[in-house]
């Protein structure tokens, strides 16, 4: 395969590379498609690995896609919608559009309710032309502290890739051509705010931002157009919303002069205003803002313009009546929108009937805005206003309580329906969900525990897997008992677990046994067993020798001591505990028993863990071929298991890298790729570059599809570096297969590959690492017969043929030896094909090299017949070609 020349790309992946071409986000793709977003997810993730490339843009300029005439260039996602005509503002307009040809973010800054969102809306579509590359506007009001890089990535359509860092994904993003980003309603979050936009200046300096705030943001280089309020334009704008509500409105230039100067010139009082004056009459109108139009009491410290447009919501909210205040008043708790339900739960006693017709009276007198698909919200100044009407009113505990009790039900009816089409619904309520746990103390609360645990499975199934730990961790500390608070940490350590994070993993595990440290009582003492057990594994599966906890060698001690006051019938906790032993003391026997003991107990994830232990267990012994089965019936136990729970997850994704690597270590390169491109399809954590891309690349390396690897090598190696360049031996052999892939293609890059392949192990000699010596030793060996480079082939032959501790991939490193030992005409070559001969029982690619080498040192035309039918089984297509050099004719 050509670069640019997927094998097949299916009519719908076409569809999707299109939608790529014109820079659309995974929403957008998704909204025009009529599919899901998690399916073009899907896609594009299969667009990548077909075509070899790292990113989006790199995917792009591959295929050579150009964007459909009908396509819409410059699309900024997001925008809010009006139905009204925009009025004055000319001058803003002008300078921001220009000041947005420029790097430097442009920051329209301005009182509450003078109109900067509506202006950046209208700015954001007047410059679409000039982004062609797209962007996102992105409301910031019901964003808490530390969810402003999450937010504007969902508002750019981008999943998470752990381990790669999602600003650099942002970052990414927005440098694909020239992409445009809003930030409205900053006020509250302007540091977040202001160390986001510097990194993005730094990454991707052509992108544009527009910032709207109350409040300068203070970046440097900054753009502050000041909004002010309305002055000429002020009349125009009250007579054109008066006369959409009553066309035959008509006053005296004067009096609506005097109108709009009493509210100061702030557009959202005037809209107010003028939406009572059909009813009122421009007269009663002016003797209510002469009555209302005031200072607050012990308002102090608020912009005078503030307090203005107080007053005059102050004024409307007294035109209400008792019922419309009520509900107005308690909605202000919600952040981000509500529907009738959300609404329904706050007025307890009150049927859904009765609370929609007050829902379509406040609407009606424009104190709730119309969201959509039966959601509503308020104008943040209201919202404000409403808050405080609360406050006053002595029921915000009694409204927090009922928003917690709303918030705890809507979390475990979404968490029901894991398993069908919940994120559209948790993406519209889940600020608000976050929200209302965040206020909640940290005190045993069964309702707060409720909806942190929910939370948090919810926002793992959606990817948000940092922010899952959080929410564990705080249903943990709302637990009314210890078993609880002990099972939301368990969850908290298998999501740190499915994402490779085995230190903090550890930790939780730990701290999960402490909390269940009272032994009086059977269950405790049982549940502290199984958290040592598991805490144990991790030490061993989970963590490499440099990021060993202290503890970890009292860890054996304390499993024994707690498995031996646990009760006799925990079969699980027995299983765990014989899984932990095998792998801390080695040897085929206690790994068998401790597969038994997980059969026993009936525990699939416990079972997979077992087998894993197993699996290492034959490796060591060099029996391939068990591994091999091993594993395929741990790719059988995952197809059940429910993806969107944390400790299946971790589960399913060691599986995934098991079962790819026990099929090329046995030599079945076909089987290896499709297990590759199952994981890319239902690894629940999602593809990235750094941990997908070393399942294929090493299976491509050994079938001679080079172009494929050169275009996979670096994408990997970039993405490395992007996560901090971890050590990561087990990686590190994926970049020796693409060294070997440059010496055998004869590219002269065979040694910068092999360099980085010790750099990515931190090693400066490859037989000192054990998972990537015997890689090397292969690669070396395999290079020199084809390169005739003889000089050192004694040594290299002796490195092949050397103990290797870690034995993945030793059947490579022992046949490439021998044939270079025959090649190059070391005296002891019969030796070292007779050494060699019991690999090729374990591993195919194995077995037709040493057809191969015994066809060279015996001249034995049928040997090599039989390697060049051995390497098309395996569609070894380079090692096939040579291979029939060698036969005559």
Not at 108 to 130: C, M, Y
Request: proline residues 6%; charged residues 25%; hydrophobic residues 45%.
């Amino acid at each position: 395969m050509v670069p640019g020349e997927p094998r097949e790309v299916s009519p719908r992946e076409a569809e999707v590379l299109a939608g790529l071409a014109e820079h659309r986000t995974n929403a957008q793709i998704a909204h025009r498609l009529q599919i899901s977003v998690r399916t073009v997810e899907s896609h594009v993730s299969s667009l990548l690995r077909k075509y070899g490339v790292a990113n989006r843009a790199a995917l792009v300029a591959l295929t050579g896609h150009q964007p459909s005439p009908s396509a819409r260039p410059g699309h900024v996602e997001g925008i809010p919608v009006s139905h009204t005509s925009f009025i004055g503002r000319r001058q803003e307009r002008q300078e921001a559009l220009a000041a947005l040809t420029h790097a430097a973010p442009v920051c329209l800054v301005g009182p509450g309710g003078v109109g900067k969102t509506r202006l950046a809306a209208v700015l954001a579509q007047a410059a679409s032309a000039s982004f062609p590359a797209g962007g996102a506007f992105v409301d910031l009001t019901p964003v808490g502290e530390g969810f402003v890089l999450r937010t504007v990535a969902d508002a750019l359509g981008l999943a998470e890739r752990p381990p790669q860092p999602l600003e650099s994904m942002v970052a990414e993003r927005l440098a694909l051509g020239r992409s445009l980003l809003v930030l409205d309603n900053c006020e509250h979050l302007l540091d977040e705010v202001g160390d986001l936009v510097e990194r993005l200046r730094s990454d991707c300096p052509q992108a544009g931002i527009l910032i709207a705030s109350r409040e300068r943001p203070g970046l440097p280089g900054e753009r502050v157009i000041t909004v002010p309020p309305l002055e000429g334009e002020a009349e125009t704008l009250f007579l054109d919303r008066a006369r959409a509500i009553d066309p035959g409105f008509a006053a005296e230039p004067a009096v609506v002069a005097e109108v709009c100067a009493r509210l100061d010139g702030l557009p959202l009082a005037i809209e107010l205003a003028a939406s009572r004056v059909a009813v009122l009459g421009i007269d009663a109108l002016r003797v209510g803002l002469q009555d209302r139009l005031r200072l607050l009491s012990g308002a102090r410290g608020r912009p005078p313009r503030h307090r203005s447009l107080r007053a005059v919501i102050g004024w409307s909210h007294d035109l209400l009546e008792e019922e419309e205040r009520a509900l107005l008043r308690r909605l202000a708790v919600f952040a981000g929108g509500f529907d009738l339900a959300a609404a329904t739960a706050l007025m307890p006693g009150t049927p859904p009937s009765a609370t929609a017709d007050v829902i379509g009276r406040l609407a009606d007198k424009s104190l709730i805005g119309v969201v959509g698909g039966g959601r509503w919200r308020l104008l943040e100044t209201i919202r404000a206003f409403a808050a405080d009407r609360l406050a006053d009113s002595g029921e915000t505990e009694e409204t927090l309580q009922l928003r917690l009790r709303w918030a705890a039900g809507t979390a475990a009816t979404l968490e029901s329906r894991l398993d069908g089409n919940w994120a559209p619904q948790f993406d519209l309520v889940a600020d608000d969900l976050r929200a209302t746990l965040a206020v909640t103390p940290a005190v045993p609360d069964r309702q707060a525990h409720r909806l942190a645990r929910s939370l948090a499975h919810l926002t793992f199934a959606r990817r948000f897997h940092r922010e899952a730990i959080g929410h564990y961790l705080a249903a943990a500390d709302r637990a009314r008992d210890a078993a609880d608070g002990h099972q939301d940490l368990l969850s908290a350590a298998a999501t740190a677990v499915s994402i490779a994070d085995g230190p903090l993993a550890f930790r939780l595990l730990v701290r999960a046994a402490d909390q269940v440290e009272p032994a009086d009582q059977v269950e405790p003492v049982g549940l502290r067993a199984a958290a040592l057990a598991s805490a144990l594994v991790v030490t061993h599966r989970y963590r490499g020798a440099d990021d060993r906890d202290p503890m970890s060698e009292h860890l054996p001690a304390l499993v024994d001591k707690a498995s031996a006051d646990a009760a006799p019938a925990d079969s699980r906790t027995a299983a765990l505990v014989a899984t932990a032993r095998a792998w801390d003391q080695d040897g085929l026997e206690l790994a068998a028993s401790a597969v038994e003991a997980a059969r026993e107990c009936g525990d699939a994830i416990v079972l997979l863990g077992a087998l894993d232990v197993l699996t290492r267990a034959h490796a060591r012994a060099g029996r391939m071929r068990t591994v091999q089965r091993i594993c395929r019936e741990r790719l059988t136990l995952i197809e059940h298991l429910p993806a969107h729970e944390p400790s299946a997850a971790a589960e399913i994704v060691d599986t995934f890298h098991s079962a790819a690597r026990a099929e090329l270590c046995v030599g079945d390169l076909p089987a290896a790729l499709a297990v590759a491109d199952r994981a890319q399809r239902e690894d629940p954590i999602g593809e990235h570059p750094y941990l997908s891309i070393p399942k294929t690349i090493r299976p491509l390396a050994l079938s001679g599809r080079f172009p494929e690897v050169f275009q996979q090598a670096p994408a990997m190696w970039e993405a490395w570096h992007q996560a901090g360049s971890p050590r990561s031996a087990w990686m590190a052999t994926a970049i020796c297969a693409a060294a070997l892939a440059h010496g055998l293609a004869g590219t002269g890059e065979y040694d910068l590959w092999r360099s980085r392949a010790l750099e990515m192990a931190m090693t400066r000699d490859a037989a000192s690492s054990p998972v990537l010596g015997p890689f090397a030793a292969f690669a070396d060996a395999r290079v020199a017969v084809h390169t005739g480079a003889y000089h050192q082939a004694a040594t290299l032959v002796e490195r092949a043929f050397a103990p290797f501790r870690v034995r993945w991939y030793e059947a490579y490193a022992r046949a490439a030896g021998a044939e270079l030992a025959v090649v190059a005409g070391l005296p002891e070559a019969a030796e070292r094909v007779a050494a060699a001969m019991p690999y090729a029982e374990q591993n195919d690619w194995a077995a037709a090299c040493l057809a191969r080498t015994r066809g060279i040192l015996h001249g034995d035309r049928d040997a090599l017949a039989e390697a060049a039918e051995r390497w098309t089984s395996i569609d070894a297509r380079f090692e096939r070609a040579c291979t029939l050099r060698l036969l005559p004719g």
